[in-house]
């Protein structure tokens, strides 16, 4: 955490600022060691401070490295005002700006009243968007986990199943195969609803001849990891054949082409032109991937804007798909570790079309 924070501080000398306060809970984890909720981070060229409740005392005790405990009420802004180095006239104090309301910001104008209160954006985020091998190795297990779960799904899959019932076994799994949990709504889609790219586990129930989609992700000591696996449930059709093919073939190219020094941009155009070409462009209308870390969905964005050039040390993940309504869709998704030469896909779960009959 010491080197986290000491980089943190070299950038407000950049910035500009005098202190920096941080309350997005997966930046506070990245800086602390805190995985609790509540916990604030404020940071100056000499003064390292972590703040929480009485709630979480013996947890912050326990987690948190390389800073100082304060121990406030529940509303944790209202302690500022008891430290002098954030009373000075027109000390430039930072805050997150796309993680703090409005209502917030009015209150710090009152508690801290001399501060210049300077929006900031992805400050801690431009660190933590390259992962440490202690970070990778964490994101690895819980793509284990997730790998594990998968397998072990496979053999409930059978008509008549609710995919709700699905999705609260995956969710449970995580747990009993060492996770903490699911790092988001475990997605579970089949048949018509397939064609849905964020079609949260429903009613429904499977039935033979249907695409189902699975979109899971388990997490591991804070990180996480999200993939998608599409199957269907009886013998595919020679449609179901094709579509699935083609996402595979997309998916397969653009890891091929995923290292260090190509944009998001670039690698989002490698996997869309092999489902453009094949005619199905318009079906494809989501970004090909996101970062992933602390969060499900973090940079780099990797779709058709991104400008952000891939470097070692980045995970992402690869996920194109065809979605067609009325029909069904697929999706194949995997993390990814960026690296110097390539890139390491750190799924195992097989790829090939799964006929469950």
């Not at 984890?29 to 979480?56: P, Q, W």
């Not at 993680?99 to 009152?110: A, D, F, G, N, R």
């Not at 933590?128 to 409930?156: C, R, Y």
């Not at 449970?172 to 903490?180: L, N």
Request: aromatic share 8%.
């Amino acid at each position: 955490m010491k080197n986290r924070i000491r980089r943190i501080v070299s950038l407000l000398e950049k910035e500009n600022l005098d202190a920096l306060l941080v309350n997005f809970q997966p930046n506070v984890r990245y800086l602390s060691g805190y995985d609790g909720t509540n916990g604030l981070v404020v940071l100056a060229s000499d003064k390292r401070l972590f703040i929480t409740d009485f709630r979480y005392q013996e947890q912050a005790q326990k987690e948190v490295k390389d800073l100082k405990l304060h121990f406030a009420q529940r509303e944790l802004i209202y302690d500022l005002a008891k430290f002098k180095f954030l009373q000075k006239r027109n000390q430039r104090i930072g805050f997150e700006a796309n993680h703090t309301s409005y209502s917030t910001v009015q209150k710090l104008k009152e508690i801290i009243p001399n501060a210049l209160l300077v929006p900031t954006e992805n400050l801690v985020e431009s660190l933590l968007i390259i992962k440490d091998k202690g970070e990778v190795a964490k994101i690895e297990k819980a793509a284990q986990i997730t790998d594990k779960t998968f397998s072990h799904i496979l053999d409930l899959v059978k008509p008549g199943v609710r995919e709700k019932d699905l999705a609260a076994e995956i969710e449970h799994s995580f747990k009993r195969m060492g996770g903490d949990g699911a790092a988001f709504s475990t997605i579970v889609a089949s048949g018509y609803r397939s064609s849905m790219p964020h079609g949260r586990a429903s009613e429904k129930k499977l039935k033979v001849g249907e695409f189902v989609t699975f979109d899971m992700g388990a997490i591991y000591q804070g990180y996480v990891s999200d993939m998608t696996r599409t199957l269907v449930l009886g013998k595919a059709t020679l449609k179901q054949r094709k579509i699935y093919s083609l996402v595979l073939s997309a998916q397969t190219k653009a890891i091929s082409r995923a290292k260090a020094g190509i944009s998001g941009m670039e690698l989002d155009k490698v996997a869309r032109e092999v489902i453009a070409k094949a005619g199905y462009g318009k079906y494809f209308g989501h970004g090909l991937g996101h970062g992933l870390g602390l969060e499900v969905h973090s940079g780099p964005m990797v779709n058709a804007r991104s400008k952000t050039i891939l470097k070692p040390g980045m995970v992402i993940t690869i996920e194109p798909g065809i979605y067609i309504p009325g029909w069904g869709g697929v999706r194949i998704e995997d993390d990814v570790l960026i690296t110097a030469r390539g890139c390491k896909v750190l799924n195992q779960s097989p790829k090939n079309l799964i006929e469950i009959r």
